[in-house]
């Protein structure tokens, strides 16, 4: 065995079998520590000794006319209670997707899919999608225009900012999603192009919202917090009769920050929903969700010396270079969707979803710049002001067809589809600029001690830029995955997108600039599976996936004649499901390549910017999810990461590592019911020590986040029948650590506080 020192990163590497294993498994060693200092910190909480009201439906094929008992109702359009024994919790695991476009169970699903259960979120009190995928291994949080407030994601190392989607339908616009209204978060890594479109290289989300149930129930929660927090949910379903259920979700969120001063994150939302029963195999579901946002966004801190200036010169985490009463985040987001369904027989079903929404954001944020003195100790930092307003809309139309056939012995799960969407973006920026100031546009702060109302005579704004895009795709796939026999199966998906891209942009001097581009994206997956036992799935996958220039909705006149990014994935793993598909067990190995990333031209006369970078992330993850018992459930992964620049046309970027891309993370959440009406739980996130920025030369420095251990822990009783009592101890050990990074900034994650819940059911 060999050890070996990246002289560019600074982060040691051990090569070697013996080594491998070791360096994968020794954060495990601290975390025993903190889950038992978690464990023992825990409160009480309730637990139902049945599955809660909102728990995952099942769809069903509708019993044939002459099956049907008398009065009885049709299931393919109404969710189906899962029943359990009375002393038995409702388990963590969800042996199916939400996507009607995935036909088969997840075990024989040929990707690595994590999925995040409406109870695990709500033992967590996890009130954000943010917080959600603190359960997930292998995801980090990108900080930069939308700070604290934005929704971007990196999976496996490749940015999923655009990958985020709801019910299947893409999400649109920069905001912190809330989970009022969430049933689950699927977590698809790999690539996933097959199933969304553009993107998904590293893979994507699928947000799975709360749907109306076939039986009534009401329940309202209030909490409050240390931090300071109080938040109100309402969740409130009708089953007015055996064709139509209603459901409405409501939430009032006034919250700050721990450990972090003057941030705040306050929301409000509402979130209708009816399903129609319109035959005995056809039914309507119509859902809108409103969801407004007033905070104030955190931009964090700068960096010093490699680290946070809060890691590298001991600035307290509280310090804050925002403007309190000035710097704000408001968003407004409506999102309505119709979906028709309808069943062919028992084995056939069309599924089509249209919907349409728009996302308002206006953000004047403060994002930190220019340490001064630029030698020796920095005391000073320069506050950068500027406001943003960007409007999107969204029109979608999702049509599917999936269906089960039997030849002979093969049996054949397929579906196809076609997508058309209309997308369109309206932005401009001002700078908020001192003027006549001997520090330039930006008015200062002290570093360790910054003043939150600073004298803004001087400021004014000044016109950045404005720019609009409109894109348009026509998406068509199709997928088959056929048995041949009872042990071995083979699949084959295909999409192909044409994605078209107006693109206008007015910079500071009022020079108007037209953009065109449109991309014709093919993609496919193939793969194999073998059965050894009975829902155990041993599995090989290979597909691809593309990145248009215009991606993410803008164009340059370096990218506009640029064909997409390729990227191809490789993934062999094994799946199985366990005690009645309560308990999963996965572990994969993967290797994802992007063969002509975009890089700058090292030739004056040829294009700005040229494809022929070479980008590579490989590594493992291995998981369980559900019930060890009865009275135990465990949700936990483990990744890790090795990424790596291939090829560049700066030949010192060469052998970097990729921003964003932990080389070892893990998370673990875990609860037990000692007695009938207490649950207690505790949990772990481990993350290592990680890239935020590739320096293009030696006199530029790399930044870093250090690694770090969170430790949460919460307990629940029943009080009475119908009231549930739940504490939350978020972050026991109020390590210092930071959950939004980037070049620019890092934003260190909340320090400890503590939630009580009551939740009563009526």
């Known amino acids: 065995m060999s050890s070996t020192k990246n002289n560019k990163t600074g982060i040691r590497s051990t090569k070697g079998t013996a080594g491998g294993v070791r360096g994968a498994l020794w954060p495990l060693g601290h975390a025993a520590v903190g889950l038992a200092s978690a464990l023992a910190a825990g409160g009480a909480l309730a637990q139902e000794t049945t599955p809660p009201a909102d728990a995952p439906r099942t769809e069903q094929p509708a019993p044939a006319p002459e099956q049907k008992p008398e009065g009885a109702q049709d299931t393919f359009v109404l969710p189906t209670v899962q029943v359990q024994e009375a002393a038995e919790p409702e388990s963590y695991h969800a042996p199916e997707s939400s996507l ?27 009130t954000s999608v943010r917080d959600a995928l603190r359960n997930v291994s292998g995801i980090t949080v990108a900080a930069g225009e939308g700070g604290r407030q934005g ?30 209204n969430l049933q689950g978060v699927e977590v698809y890594f790999g690539p996933s192009s097959v199933l969304f479109g553009r993107g998904s290289t590293g893979g994507a989300l699928n947000l799975v919202t709360k749907k109306p149930m076939r039986r009534s129930f009401r329940s309202v929660s209030l909490s409050g917090g240390s931090a300071p927090m109080g938040r109100v949910e309402a969740d409130i379903n009708e089953a007015v009769n055996d064709r139509v259920q209603v459901r409405l979700n409501a939430l009032g969120q006034l919250s700050g920050v721990a450990g972090r001063d003057h941030v705040t994150e306050n929301r409000a939302g509402i979130a209708p929903s009816v399903r129609i029963s319109l035959g005995q195999s056809t039914a309507l579901e119509l859902d809108y969700l409103y969801q407004r946002e007033d905070s104030t966004p955190d931009y964090g801190h700068p960096y010093f010396n490699g680290y946070p200036v809060s890691t590298s010169l001991d600035v307290p985490r509280t310090a804050f270079y925002g403007v309190r009463g000035q710097d704000t985040e408001r968003v407004n987001a409506h999102i309505g969707t119709a979906q028709f369904q309808h069943r062919f027989g028992d084995s056939l079903q ?47 139309n999702q049509l599917n067809l999936r269906g089960e056939l039997q030849t002979g012995f093969l049996k054949h799960q397929a579906n196809a589809g076609l997508e058309l969407t209309w997308e369109t973006r309206e932005q401009n920026r001002n700078n908020l600029n001192a003027v006549g100031l001997p520090t330039g546009p930006n008015i200062t702060a002290d570093l360790f001690n910054p003043n939150p109302e600073p ?11 404005s720019n609009q895009s409109r894109q348009w795709t026509v998406g068509a796939y199709a997928a088959e995955q056929l048995s041949l026999g009872r042990y071995v199966e083979v699949l084959g998906s295909v999409r192909f997108d044409v994605f078209d891209t107006k693109y206008e942009v007015e910079d500071a001097t009022r020079t108007r600039t037209v953009l065109r581009r449109q991309d014709n994206l093919f993609n496919w997956r193939v793969g194999v599976l073998v059965h050894p036992l009975e829902k155990t799935s041993v599995y090989a996958t290979y597909g691809t996936s593309a990145n248009p220039s215009a991606e993410v909705g803008t164009l340059t006149t370096g990218t506009v004649d640029l064909e997409p990014e390729r990227n191809a994935t490789i993934e062999i793993g094994a799946k199985t499901d366990l005690f009645e598909d309560r308990l999963g067990l996965n572990a994969a190995v993967f290797r994802v390549d992007k063969t002509n990333a975009r890089v700058p031209n090292t030739d004056p006369s040829g294009p700005p910017t040229i494809l022929e970078g070479a980008q590579r992330v490989q590594g493992f993850s291995v998981g369980v999810t ?33 921003p964003s891309t932990p080389p070892r993370s893990l998370s673990l959440w875990t609860t037990v019911t000692p007695l009938e009406h207490l649950s207690i739980g505790a949990g772990a996130v481990y993350q290592d020590v990680t890239v935020a920025n590739n320096p293009a030369a030696e006199n530029v420095a790399f930044v870093k986040v250090p690694n770090f251990w969170r430790f949460d822990a919460f307990a629940s009783y029943q009080l009475f029948n119908r009231v549930d009592l739940q504490l939350n101890l978020n972050n026991i050990s109020d390590v210092l650590y930071y959950e939004q990074y980037y070049a620019g900034q890092a934003v260190p994650g909340e320090g400890r506080s503590a939630n009580l819940t009551v939740r009563v059911r009526f």
């Open 626 to 658: 559900g019930s060890l018992t009865s009275n135990w459930r465990v949700i936990a992964n483990y990744t890790q990461l090795d990424s790596e620049i291939l090829e560049h046309t700066n030949a010192y970027l060469v052998g970097q590592s990729l």
């Open 151 to 180: 929704d971007s994601f990196n999976l496996r190392g490749f940015s999923a900012q655009t990958d985020t989607f709801r019910d299947g339908v893409r999400d649109l616009g920069w905001f912190t999603r809330d989970t009022f």
């Open 455 to 465: 004298d803004l005579s001087a400021v004014n704004p000044i016109f950045n830029n």
């Open 100 to 126: 009607a476009r995935l036909p088969a169970p997840l075990v024989n699903t040929p990707q690595s899919v994590t999925v995040v259960s409406r109870n695990v979120i709500q033992e967590q009190q996890a």
């Open 350 to 396: 069309l599924t089509n979803s249209l919907r349409l929404g728009g996302v308002d954001r206006y953000a004047l944020p403060t994002a930190p710049r220019g340490l001064t003195p630029t030698t020796g100790s920095p005391t000073t930092i320069g506050r950068q002001r500027f406001e943003i307003n960007t409007d999107n809309t969204y029109l979608a």
